[in-house]
């Protein structure tokens, strides 16, 4: 027995997926009682080694992998938005499963595919769409079942945990960025990754599964773009270090949700989660606190994941069944809207050296409810210093409307200030 | 639509999925599909609240529990060797399916109680036997199905890594074990804990899923009970954090397994698992390294991975079908032996302070080939010294009889010498 596979995209992860199912066809046949057989793979740019794939199985055309009555399984693997949702619907359409490593065609359409994959009853798969090599989602479907979950935060992004690794170093930011490009973490448009927007995408699908709730837009998002190699230091020198945190808080009022850089206690493990690595912790009613970690991205960690939802739908297939539910209550848990979610708080202004700085600074904050843990003037050159101020704990949009008016008075600040919440993540955590 | 289960045990874990059960049967209907119903349950001593189970449901008798034709599912949480079998074997042999939380029943038997399921075409789940809250056997069976594994390593038992964080703290050995006692981590008789028996048991139960392999006997296992605190306060002089390593290595030769308190690095994550956590490094060919950390036991945290099973069975039972296998291919890994392991050790003999001491162990040492990285004496009372020695990497079964030998030489030391391997676990590793 044997069951067909349509690939549409043979890149960095395609590539790699088809690798696998060669490679290791004959583990992989014991492993899911069926032969897995690629009947149709397109490609974009690069044709895949004939070896690989002949003539007969590869195309240029979406709609032949998508069409062909062989193919009982698609797996999409072009990224973007617009091309992938296609192939993703169309092969629902006609009742086929499909697997996706997709995050953003998730975050934007994903009511609408997982829908869809009811209605047909097909088998939907995306355990490479978030934290590549780290099995979570499998985890929250199939394992986490009697949890319930209050708590998730972790790194969900490669690429900006690099850039940090470097800058913590003291590389600036835009060599760190050139960096990754050269390593080909970053893309030549590195906008989703250091916006903060692939973390996000990754924090709507992990909320959705671990609160039950359809997939929820409009996470706040902050990226990296505004923080110097100085902002590293000075954190480090209050005992804290800077990481990109997705951050999900299951409370009364609602679902609270952040991706924004943040200053997170030195000793803490996700401070030591170095370069490419992704950490995901989470905290259940029975099972406590949990992490994992593990390669957040790459062809092969991501294409590895690909073929377990490969097999694992594929035995559901030969089974004649879909054991592969996804659990959404139907009603939005509302997000708790990000001015009113409270923490202290690290903020950064570049200012002139001179009499009266930090008590003009100190009152706007006074005047906006906020008391301060303690102020730090660092000297960056000839006139110009950096007050540090670090917040007791405060409602984000008082901190926000305070710095804001500090960068509009006039003469005071050189430019936007950066604001970053400081996380002590496990003590004083409700 | 309901599934009958029958649960054997209803003690620390048993209790708590009795309570799950009841308390989220709601969440677990819609994630499962269909009702789950406990038909009958069996104690030992302390009968579960009659809320909870009422009277026609409860039992002493195991028999009730596997011969209730309404139980299609049966829960063994009895532990123990003997008992657990017949109750597994029982159920198995009638066609129904099983779950169980029992390490040493599987590490004893498992071999027959595969064989035994393969036959009856019924399900076996056992996530809830290693590691408590984290789903590493699930994501072995199902995750990871495209990898080849080379590397694992952990800390697999809470009892002793919760004894060992007390004695980092200067607690003496016998302390950190009466505290252990106290909290509930360790039995009346701790010997599975302290003697490595039950890490053991667990790294068994790993490598017959990481390596496709029959399950291994005879692991060899070192306990902490030689160890002192001022052992693990050397060790931290020299860098080093003491924990009890499950190691597993894939070579030509075969499979390297042990379970010995182990220098790790103080730098490296593991040496950062605090108290009754668990945690686990594997490394596959395309995932990389990816590592797992959470509770390694207590009733809650085990209960919620038994609930886990019961739905994924639930659910292919619905469908009329398993689609739960194990793999293993049928012929056995051969180990290499313990003499063959090779590593740097850290050695420590209590030996009286006189000219030549060092002298005399060091030429025994010298005379099994072994080359040393550092010695240093350590002063523990008046006339006694601590003579600590950093060896380079060298072959166990040298260093065990060169050892063993100066124990058994006159007057040089007093009692057993620990010997401890040091492993980098990262760097220089194969």
Known sequence: LSIGIGIAGTGEVGGEVVRILRQKSGLLMQRCGVELEIVKASYRSRRPPPDLLPDEVITTSLDEVVEDPRAQIVVELLGGIDDAYRVITGALQRGKSVITANKAVLAAHGGLIFARARESGAALG????????????????????AETFHRFYGILNGTTNFMLSRMQEGMPYSEALRLAQEKGY?????????????????????????FNTPIPPNVFTQ?????????????????????????????????????????????????????????????GDNIGQSMFYGLGAGGRPTASMVVSDLVRVARSLEKGTSSFPVFFNSEMIPLVPIEEHRSPFYLRFGVMDQVGILAKISTILAEHGISLSGAWAKTVSNNVISLVVATHQTRSGDVYQAVKKIDASEGLTSGSSPVLPINDLRNGEK
Do not use: C, M, W
């Not at 780290?134 to 479907?141: K, M, Q, V």
């Not at 970053?186 to 671990?210: F, H, I, R, Y």
């Open 186 to 210: 970053a893309e030549a448009d590195p906008s989703l990754d250091v916006e903060g927007t692939d973390a996000a995408q990754k924090l709507a699908l992990l909320s959705s599964l671990l």
């Open 223 to 283: 990226g990296i773009t505004d923080l110097t190699e100085n902002d590293i230091r000075y954190a480090s020198d209050l005992g804290y270090t800077v990481k990109l945190i997705a951050s999900a808080r299951r409370l009364d009022e609602g679902l609270e949700l952040s991706v924004r850089p943040t200053l997170i206690p030195s000793g803490h493990e996700l401070a030591h989660i170095q370069n490419e690595y992704n950490a995901l912790f989470i905290k």
């Open 126 to 145: 995306f355990e490479a769409a978030v934290a590549g090599a780290i099995p979570i989602i499998s985890s929250l479907r199939n394992s986490f079942v």
